[in-house]
């Protein structure tokens, strides 16, 4: 399985940004699919994440209500529609697959997560 994120880039405080992380190699539709992010001298921390089956969707407090996680089962494409970005919001950007079924509980920890993405840089300008 491959991860490959995309669209980040430096915006003002306030704006709008979409990551997209295009997945080859595996079964898509299977997958948990998640959003991480890492700043300095931070640990990685979840975001969002997608489950197909059952249409279940997780967002981190932080982000609820300004960040939205959409996938595209035709392109095998997860995509981060992020609105209202803040300064805190500034970090690398990481897509992640979970290939193997775990709690929803489980799904919003780094652990389950056995691929990763390169990773894509937001900068939120205050």
């Known amino acids: 399985v491959q991860l490959q994120a995309s669209g980040g880039g430096l915006v003002q405080n306030g704006g709008s940004l979409t990551l997209s992380c295009a997945v080859s190699g595996g079964t898509f539709s299977t997958y948990d699919m998640g959003w991480f992010r890492q700043s300095p001298e931070k640990e990685r921390e979840f975001v969002a994440t997608i489950r197909w089956s059952g249409g279940y969707k997780y967002y981190a407090d932080s982000v609820k209500g300004r960040f939205t996680i959409s996938g595209d089962r035709a392109k095998n494409t997860v995509n981060l529609q992020m609105n209202n970005l803040k300064a805190e919001d500034t970090a690398v950007y990481y897509c992640?697959?979970?290939?193997?079924?775990?709690?929803?509980?489980?799904?919003?920890?780094?652990?389950?997560?056995?691929?990763w993405g390169q990773g894509t840089q937001v900068t939120v300008s205050s």
């Open positions: 992640a697959a979970a290939t193997r079924r775990w709690a929803l509980s489980a799904i919003r920890s780094t652990g389950p997560y056995d691929y």
